[in-house]
């Protein structure tokens, strides 16, 4: 007989680990999927928007919120999910192996969570973003995200190395200034956005000295303290940090496939408390359309849990009535 769970959650990001939990905890059979590629698998800067400490380290929290929905219950799985079928009360997830998993199964759930997150897109070294990662994320060498990590630059000199815009450039710019005025832009020519079709004239009127140029090789003999980029010409910017403006890409490929609404950039788009027009799927994380916080996407993941615990009630709960209007809907009871 196959088994079918009442939910099965695709991410073991923050959203999704804290949606296992809390589901977990309230005694459903939840199933968690993760291919294990989101940033915070890898990620050993510093974490400072989570409440309850000074200071987190990126994946030692992430294994943290793991254990925790173990311990409550919660299954895990490292496997990539392709494909998402049917309809509530019964959806079908298919997984294939890939270079970081080797399940291939098929799993069935009343109710699906996606919490897939987003793609960044790194710099590229010598043509290859691959050659970035070795300093992404990692020792608090280089950073991404200026709402979480700009105080982490106080008084360093700071590389922004840019993968988009200007616009992006200057925001990033603009928002470390705040703690360093030791800042240089690197406008980087193979860049996602073509820098041929950008108005550089903004940044000379910027107060932020800037170049262009395409990464032949990256040095970090001591992150956070000295690293630098060597050019193709041959010139070598020194910093203490990194800061990439990059682009990312909403990881939203499974649910378009099954009908989910997304935006323009692909963001998932759902009500308030993170429900899918498509009855049974509820969504959590960055890959909608929030700020990419681990604490938001802790709190999304918690608020969808809680309408997709209430959505499964249990038998006596149709007929009552309830003081609150979100549990009444998330029922079905209108």
Same mark, same amino acid.
């Given at each position: ?193 073509? @820098? ?5 004239? %903004? ?8 170049? #262009?140029? =395409? *990464?032949?090789? /990256? ?38 496939? @099954? ?5 323009? %950039? ?8 993170? #429900?899918? =027009? *498509?009855?049974? /799927? ?53």
């Amino acid at each position: 007989m196959v088994k079918i769970y009442d939910a099965i959650i695709i991410g073991g990001g923050p959203a999704g680990c804290s949606a296992a939990l809390h589901l977990a905890y309230h005694k459903r059979s939840v199933l968690v999927l993760d291919r294990g590629t989101s940033p915070m698998h890898f990620h050993t800067n510093s974490i400072l928007n989570f409440p309850g400490s000074v200071y987190h380290e990126g994946r030692s929290l992430l294994r943290s919120i793991q254990g925790e929905a173990r311990a409550a219950g919660a299954e895990f799985i490292a496997a990539d999910v392709i494909e998402i079928s049917g309809r509530y009360p019964d959806f079908k997830i298919k997984t294939s192996p890939s270079y970081r998993t080797n399940d291939e199964s098929e799993y069935h759930a009343k109710l699906l969570l996606i919490a897939t997150g987003t793609s960044r897109k790194h710099p590229r070294v010598n043509g290859q973003w691959r050659g970035w990662l070795p300093v992404a994320n990692v020792g608090n060498g280089a950073f991404y995200c200026p709402d979480c990590e700009a105080p982490l630059c106080k008084d360093k000199e700071v590389l922004i190395v840019n993968t988009g815009s200007v616009g992006s450039a200057l925001h990033v710019a603009n928002s470390l200034s705040r703690f360093t005025d030791k800042i240089q832009i690197l406008m980087t020519e193979d860049a996602y956005v073509p @820098i041929e079709n950008q108005d550089l004239s %903004k940044l000379d009127s910027s107060p932020f000295p800037w170049t #262009k140029g =395409k *990464i032949k090789s /990256i040095s970090f003999p001591r992150p956070g303290v000295v690293q630098s980029v060597t050019l193709a010409d041959g010139r070598k910017l020194k910093a203490n940090v990194f800061f990439v403006a990059f682009v990312d890409v909403a990881r939203s490929e499974l649910a378009q496939q @099954i009908g989910v609404e997304v935006d323009a %950039k692909g963001n998932i788009l759902t009500d308030h408390r993170g #429900k899918t =027009k *498509i009855e049974g /799927i509820w969504s959590a994380g960055d890959v909608r359309p929030i700020t990419q916080q681990v604490a938001t996407a802790v709190g999304t993941g918690n608020y969808a849990a809680v309408m997709m615990n209430q959505f499964l009630g249990n038998a006596h709960e149709q007929e009552k009535e309830f003081d609150h209007p979100d549990h009444r809907r998330a029922l079905h009871i209108e």
